[in-house]
């Protein structure tokens, strides 16, 4: 009786503050939403904590899960109502690798924010191959070709060269993928009978959660990893590596993390699903708006044990326009971390179709697929629609204004052409961008055993 009385006398202000009508009222109140301890869980914590998710009409726990597999299968088997997810893995369920559930999503919670790090003792390795510039500090972007000399010392001294991802159909792995084959080292193909991605590969990459991998990096388990923040910043302040990528440098301005939905639970409760995503805009323009001017007063809520649970300091660096390579190396990044602007927000089709160009790249993706595949897939899961829809909502009650988003578009971003190898990217010819890549799969070709045929 208490929460209905709570419930109710929210919900008639959160009616005054949104103007919402009883026809729009959610279906459900109670939301239990998961995330991975990172920044760019940033507009959970913003919604919850300047109370958009009340105005919505929501009652919002957020939890916290061990790692991005127990974070699915919580939105598959219903004990999360949805998560922040990795742009990648409702892509990778629809299509049925690793699981197979419909998960889609109306919202981009971020772009960028991944960078590449690697131990002191490949750093060392590294730093001679890497060009200075005229105060003797390395040249970025960094290409994976200097890792050449740590391959071969590891390969003399019979030691695997080991790197870290944080799943298989994340940004990280496609991004470290990417960075890596565009410096001539082969990451290793998946296929049907092996899905350790390693195949054939120069540089062994598997799985390590994010909050673990700074540890596991100190230990030697790994000697090098591609994650979100903190955990670069993090390995720079305790002295056990050096950032040597962001994905600026190497694929940037594309979906990093979305919010990630069961399809069947978007279809049971429209109006739950537009008040979380007027509630997830608004906390979105509220991170970047006034050149990034609430980014401190962010840095100190998602530092919080309940949220990220890292010191202020090393999230300060990435989330308020800096990075920190070397110790005392702070460069300026101010687009490393994007929340709201570039349309960051937008689920365009074009994102979702590069990863499922790097899926198919690697052999995840076992068989050739059409043009038009990719394209209905991206759709099929990125929702511009639902989007849509709520931003025009906030735009009719006067939140935001209409020339915030790109309304009426295709899908489609421009060519992206500024990629770390320069090969330009066009969301509508996949197939095309697929073969002019010089490693990874091509045309009809598939991984059998050891060998790549056709």
Do not use: C
């Not at 919002?60 to 597999?69: F, G, I, M």
């Not at 369920?93 to 131990?119: C, R, W």
């Not at 052999?363 to 099929?380: F, P």
């Not at 204004?401 to 009426?408: E, M």
Request: charged content about 20%; hydrophobic content about 45%; proline content about 6%.
């Amino acid at each position: 009786m208490i929460r209905k009385l709570i419930t109710t006398t929210t919900l008639i202000a959160a009616l005054a503050a949104t103007s919402l009508r009883a026809d729009t009222l959610p279906e459900i109140e109670d939301l239990t939403l998961g995330f991975i301890k990172l920044t760019d869980m940033a507009p959970l914590a913003i919604a919850y904590e300047k109370g958009y998710f009340e105005d919505e009409g929501l009652f919002v726990t957020l939890e916290a899960q061990a790692n991005w597999k127990v974070l699915l299968d919580g939105v598959i088997d219903g004990n999360l109502h949805g998560a922040h997810m990795l742009a990648g893995q409702p892509l990778a369920a629809t299509i049925g690798f690793g699981t197979q559930a419909h998960i889609v999503t109306p919202f981009v919670m971020d772009l960028n924010g991944n960078a590449t790090t690697v131990s002191n003792e490949v750093w060392d390795l590294m730093r001679p191959a890497i060009p200075s510039d005229a105060e003797g500090k390395p040249l970025h972007p960094i290409s994976a070709s200097a890792l050449r000399p740590a391959l071969e010392a590891f390969a003399d001294q019979g030691r695997p060269f080991n790197m870290g991802m944080v799943f298989p159909v994340s940004t990280h792995n496609f991004e470290l993928r990417y960075w890596l084959a565009a410096g001539g080292i082969h990451p290793g193909f998946y296929s049907t009978d092996n899905i350790s991605g390693q195949i054939n590969a120069e540089a062994l990459l598997s799985v390590t959660p994010p909050p673990q991998m700074p540890a596991t990096l100190e230990a030697g388990t790994i000697s090098g990893y591609t994650v979100g923040e903190p955990w670069n910043q993090q390995a720079v302040a305790m002295g056990i590596g050096v950032p040597v990528a962001t994905d600026l440098d190497v694929f940037p301005m594309r979906a990093e993390k979305v919010l990630g939905l069961r399809s069947d639970f978007v279809q049971d409760n429209p109006n739950t699903v537009r008040a979380l995503t007027r509630a997830l805009i608004r906390a979105a323009l509220w991170l970047d708006e006034n050149d990034n001017a609430n980014r401190e007063e962010a840095v100190q809520i998602i530092s919080r044990p309940t949220y990220v649970g890292a010191d202020v300091a090393v999230l300060r660096n990435s989330m308020t326009g800096t990075f920190e390579y070397e110790q005392g190396d702070v460069r300026p990044v101010p687009d490393f971390n994007v929340f709201f602007r570039y349309n960051a927000n937008y689920p365009f089709a074009s994102d979702a179709v590069w990863y499922l160009t790097q899926m198919r790249r690697w052999g995840q993706i076992t068989q050739a697929q059409t043009d038009d595949w990719y394209v209905e897939t991206a759709r099929s899961v990125f929702r511009t629609d639902l989007f849509e829809a709520a931003a025009q909502s906030l735009v009719e009650d006067g939140v935001v204004p209409a020339d915030a988003f790109p309304f009426g578009n295709d899908g489609f971003r421009d060519v992206v052409d500024h990629a770390i190898d320069g090969i330009p990217f066009d969301g509508r010819a996949p197939n095309a961008y697929i073969d002019s890549l010089p490693i990874g799969l091509k045309g009809d070709q598939t991984v059998v055993g050891n060998e790549v045929q056709g």
